[in-house]
Nanobody, 124 residues
């Protein structure tokens, strides 16, 4: 399995950005997937879950991210997207997509096959 994130960059406060996660060796929709982010200076253990999408297309987001983050699949391109709207300075981070061993009760358990991440910067 390989997950390759792209689409990061520098966006002004209030702008929008769509991140992509291209999958190979895995079919989008056949397992639960999540987006995480890791802020600069924070450890791997401090990665923050943005949200996940289950096999039936149900999405769940961290409470602090509801309303501005949207996860969606493109089955034809075998790609998972994360749309970030109304960007805030605190959204500046490295964003990762990941497979979850399973998703339950609002959590992605035992995430694995992390991609290399894509960096989002927010300018004022």
């Amino acid at each position: 399995v390989q997950l390759v994130e792209s689409g990061g960059g520098t966006v002004q406060v209030g702008g929008s950005l769509r991140l992509s996660c291209a999958a190979s060796g895995f079919t989008i929709g056949s397992g639960c997937m999540a987006w995480f982010r890791q802020n600069s200076g924070h450890s791997v253990e401090e990665r923050e879950r943005v949200g996940f999408i289950t096999t039936d297309g149900t999405t769940r987001y961290a409470r602090s991210m509801e309303g501005r983050f949207t996860i969606s699949p493109d089955n034809a391109r075998n790609t998972l997207y994360l749309l970030i709207s109304n960007l805030r300075p605190e959204d500046a981070s490295m964003y990762y997509c990941v497979l979850c061993t399973f998703c339950y009760a609002g959590n992605c358990y035992s995430p694995h096959d992390w991609g290399q991440g894509t960096q989002v910067n927010v300018s004022s």
